[in-house]
């Protein structure tokens, strides 16, 4: 970067970095805060939050009193201690913790990488409310489920030409449990010809989602994992040296989180199929590359998508989600069952599939999210897609740019190289010349309004790690703020680190005290009664 | 007319003047320049087949809503289908929490960003340890079958032993879940199923046979309260008594909205609970609404140290009488330690968590008290009257809390046959068991929850008597 470009980006922030009121991009915020005591404690006996239906006098004449059929063992002795509380009390109590909750329609969640925050549209909403959706029981007659099936059918289609792969399950129940599915099939390939016995190791890098190195634990597998040079990716030889007979497969994540496309990855591939192992690609951090490039085209057996994070389906609060998981022919017969099949205009549930890995998760899956990815993509279209991918590049190396200028922060890795849809920064310079590091900033942000950033994955490769990702939602706008936000901090850094290392001073709560219960059994306290227990020294 | 630019509603920096600066400020012409960092021969250079937009809301309403229009719903027919996904009544308070936008649209912010999101959690968890009598709840992820095999996996990691024991009436879908997590055979580190008969007039364990499988290699003992066949399984303490006597854990799992009225698996002395919470209060959403919970005992704290999900503490602040809660032990999950964790965790079911929070504080212990009951005299009621139809037998115990197994071997028919004709009465009759349990026959599984009245319960018994004649 040029003297004269940097002065253009640093008098850009300083612009930017007044709160609104005189003209700068940050707002003069502060969370909302209520101080609200827990339910349990706002329990008053004999008050209550709704009716509930009654047997009817006929009905009870015909039957007698209910507890004879409950055998005397069985009756619970003493009512459970849940709080009792009128309806408006109950409703007005979570209403406040709803506002006490900075969700992404309010604030501000470039600063979400690797999890793709990006507009979930309320017409989504409303289809999913709808009765012919949430009403419907997973053992219903499929006759009587065939439009939610076509629309299931017909959003795997499209979901397999994005990625060009030839079959598709949408079962598992979020990102983590699509690859925890593929540990399954490739477990089931390998079971199948008899090499369980020789095949033992699956491979991942540091910079792959953690779910890549867990999962296949799970699945009975030896991990190994790769570590980055100074590409941010493995060297080709060093992977190789990875590879051998007892080799089951690979799960990497491209872009990994550092938002750096690994160029050589159709030749990890290559590397595994001559050692007659299998490739999956964990596409979490998919949105950059919708259009642009195709796991298949990378010679991969198997890949997903996180319909919550690249194909709108919102995250409500961490959960349900919905993970696509898709393969080539060779791996198709292990998917799990149902599958969704057509036969000419009637679908189809599918269980009678011998080579099925069965079940990963029960009953259909989480198809709320399938309803939104494929009102989504009908919504965007080829044009749209590539759209998203093009936009979401673009606003991560506009912020990259203005990232860039603020002092303290570094981009480890691959220089002279651009991210793609995120990039993993580093605050170590800020950290050594202020005492400020990653933490503090994080909260700091809040006070702006702006969502606490994700710092990474463990373990911290990247010293004081950041990662944003601001996706095709946000305006040019918003990315001005969020930088500025960050030259906010790192200015302050440097003028009054305490002060920084004291946020956040406007969120909904006050700093937390007696941390060491996190980690003491004596003190951590998962539920009020282990709490009145432990720390009130209450008789429970 | 009909042509315009696209600048989608959900982009807005494809205004053509927008991007251009933006290209400007990092002296490039073209997003092509930043796609250089694909190599050539991995770019995909098509145009991806999938179908043209529907831009208007209007349209794609139409259009989405026309393919829903297809399904037939609970709400139109009346349904009796239970079996893992249960029909009760959501209260439209839990509806107007759930449906909050700064609800469903958080993802995994911090504990200060997000306390109100925090603060619920806590709540339910600590709710839902009231109606299990037990004092540790970690967060809830997929559903109860995957919350199963993790239990199992649990005890195995806890006792050091690879055997567990299931009763051979567990819900065959949720077993397939398990066994996935438990591994084939052939894997070295692999967790043995092993099913316990039960009572053919009852449902219930048949404890000899457990007597006979238990031995010092066993990890755990595993029940379910109900049983998937709707019998109620009083041998909860019995099966306790005896695991423990061979140093292997108790594992129950329960439908946790039972727990007004029965016993909870606390009370029965289990060291670890696993079940399902859509009952409490999540629309069914063709399965979607499942997730699966873990309860554990927090005298010991090896249990919180081998649980596989996350667990949240409650704390105070620097405001005196301010409550704030964190994440505890997060090194112990695969975010705090990759393939050294315990299990793995990810995105999982946090808005169910939200509404069956909401669901407990409205219905408070007389509300779960009284649908207990009339859960119990509803299906007692339909079981009755479905029993007097000729040829039609009522299996098992008779002791049920809302499902019960509709014996037709005497009608001649089978279970396909009479719910498809029930169809033609605007029916969803009972989970057909006749593949799943070919030893009962031609049966089915029959819900009669609180949803249901009288009339409900009195039309379904006319039309099947229809049905049969």
């Known amino acids: ?540 | 007319m009909g042509e315009r630019p696209f600048i989608h509603p959900y982009i807005p920096n494809a205004v053509p003047a927008t991007k251009e600066a933006m290209l400007r400020e990092l002296g490039i012409d073209s997003v092509e320049e930043i796609y250089a960092e694909i190599p050539d021969r991995l770019r995909f250079r098509g145009r991806l087949d999938i179908p043209e937009p529907i831009l208007a809301e209007r349209d794609l309403r139409r259009h989405v809503k026309g393919l829903l229009d297809r399904n037939t719903s609970c709400d139109e027919n009346l349904n009796f289908c239970g079996a893992g996904c249960w029909q009760h009544y959501v209260p439209a308070v839990v509806d107007e929490v759930v449906n909050r936008a700064e609800f469903i649209s958080a993802y995994c912010g911090g504990d200060y960003s997000d306390h109100g999101k925090y603060i619920a959690r806590f709540e339910f968890n600590s709710q839902l340890a009231e109606l299990l009598d037990l004092d540790g709840v970690a967060n809830p992820i997929y559903d109860w079958g995957d919350v199963a095999g993790r239990s199992f996996r649990m005890a195995k990691r806890i006792t050091g032993r690879s055997r567990v024991l299931v009763p051979q009436t567990m819900s065959p879908m949720r077993l397939a879940e398990a066994r996935t997590l438990c591994q084939p055979e052939e894997m070295a580190t692999a967790v043995r199923l092993e099913q316990v008969a039960y009572g053919p007039a009852t449902g219930r364990m048949d404890l000899d046979d457990l007597r006979a499988k238990l031995g010092d290699d066993v990890a755990a003992v595993y029940w379910e309260n109900p049983g998937y066949l709707g019998f109620i399984e009083d041998q909860g303490a019995e099966i306790v008594r005896l695991a423990h006597e061979h140093g292997a854990l108790a594992i129950a799992g329960v439908d946790p909205i039972t727990l007004g009225v029965l016993s909870p698996p606390g009370t029965l002395g289990a060291d670890i609970a696993c079940g399902e919470i859509q009952p409490l209060g999540v629309h069914m959403h063709a399965g979607g609404g499942c997730s699966g919970f873990i309860a554990f005992r927090d005298d010991d704290p090896v249990f919180a140290q081998e649980c596989p999900l996350e667990l949240y503490t409650l704390l105070e602040t620097e405001t005196p009488g301010e409550w704030a809660v964190a994440e505890a032990i997060p090194e112990r999950t695969s975010y705090g330690s990759r393939d050294q964790g315990k299990d793995w965790v990810g995105t999982a079911s946090g808005l169910w968590t939200i509404a069956a929070a909401v669901y407990m504080t409205v219905m408070g212990p007389a509300g779960l008290r009284e649908l207990g009951e009339t859960c119990i005299a509803r299906s007692h009621f339909a079981a009755r009257r479905l029993a007097e139809l000729p040829g039609v037998d009522i299996g098992l115990s008779p002791a049920f809390f809302k499902e019960f197994v509709v014996n037709f071997d005497g009608t001649g028919r089978t279970v396909a046959e009479i719910n498809k004709a029930l169809l033609r009465h605007a029916i969803f009759g009972g989970k057909d068991l006749s593949t799943e349990f070919p030893e009962l026959g031609q049966s089915a599984l029959y819900c009669v929850t609180e949803y249901h009245s009288e009339a409900n319960i009195l039309e379904l018994v006319a039309a099947v008597k229809e049905v049969l004649a």
């Open chain 1, 1 to 540: 970067m040029s003297d004269q470009t940097k002065d253009d980006v640093q008098a850009k922030l300083e612009r930017l970095g007044r709160l609104r009121r005189e003209g700068g991009a940050l707002h003069d915020y502060h969370a909302v805060r209520w101080n609200e005591p827990l339910i349990m404690e706002q329990s008053v006996p004999g008050e209550r939050g709704i009716f509930v239906s009654l047997a009817e006098q006929s009905v009870t004449d015909e039957v007698g009193d209910p507890y004879q059929y409950v055998p005397a063992s069985m009756r619970r002795e003493g009512a459970p201690d849940l709080p009792e509380i009128s309806q408006h009390q109950a409703l007005r109590h979570y209403l406040r913790l709803s506002q006490e909750t900075l969700g992404m329609d309010l604030g501000s969640d470039i600063s979400e990488g690797t999890c793709t925050m990006k507009y979930s549209p309320k017409l989504h909403e409303e289809l999913v409310r709808y009765h012919k959706h949430s009403e419907l029981h997973p053992w219903q007659d499929e006759d009587t489920l065939q439009g939610l099936l076509q629309i299931v059918y017909d959003c795997g289609e499209y979901l397999k030409a994005i990625s060009g792969m030839d079959a598709i399950t949408l079962q598992p129940g979020g990102g983590s449990h699509a690859v925890y599915t593929n540990a399954c099939v490739m477990r089931e390939y390998f079971r199948e010809r008899g090499e369980l016995d020789q095949r033992s190791e699956m491979i991942t890098t540091i910079f792959s989602h953690p779910c890549d190195a867990a999962t296949p634990s799970v699945a009975g597998f030896k991990v190994i994992t790769v570590m980055p040079d100074e590409n941010g990716y493995p060297d080709l030889e060093a992977f190789k040296a990875a590879v051998s007979e007892r080799t089951v497969g690979c799960m990497i994540t491209n872009p990994e989180d550092t938002g750096i496309y690994n160029p050589q990855i159709d030749k990890y591939v290559e590397v595994l199929h001559d050692a007659g192992a299998l490739a999956f690609t964990d596409q979490a951090n998919a949105n950059g590359i919708l259009g642009a490039a195709r796991a298949r085209d990378a010679g991969f057996d198997a890949c997903h998508f996180n319909l919550h994070k690249t194909f709108s389906s919102p995250h409500g609060c961490e959960g349900p989600a919905t993970g696509a998981y898709m393969t080539t022919d060779k791996l198709a017969r292990y998917l799990p069952v149902p599958v969704v099949t057509k036969v000419g205009d009637r679908y189809h549930l599918d269980v009678d599939r011998p080579a099925s890995i069965g079940r990963v998760r029960g009953f259909l899956g989480n198809w709320m999210g399938v309803l939104r990815a494929y009102a989504w993509i009908r919504t965007m279209g080829p044009d749209g897609l590539r759209e998203v991918a093009e936009i979401s590049v673009l606003n991560n190396n506009y912020l990259d740019r203005l990232l860039m200028g603020v002092r303290g922060v570094s981009r480890p890795y691959a220089k002279g190289h651009r991210r793609l849809d995120q990039v993993r920064y580093s605050l170590e310079t800020l950290k050594e010349e202020t005492g400020v590091g990653t933490e503090a900033v994080r909260d700091r942000m809040i006070d702006f309004g702006i969502q606490s950033y994700w710092m990474s994955h463990h373990p911290w490769v990247v010293p004081e790690p950041f990662t944003p990702e601001p996706c095709e939602t946000y305006s040019k706008a918003d990315l001005d703020e969020w930088a500025a936000v960050i030259k906010k901090a790192s200015d302050e850094a440097y003028d009054d680190a305490d002060f920084v290392n004291a946020s956040p001073h406007a969120s909904s709560c006050a700093r937390m005290v007696r941390l060491e219960a996190l980690e003491d059994p004596k003190q951590w306290a998962f539920t009020w009664r282990a709490y009145k227990r432990k720390v009130l020294g209450q008789k429970v």
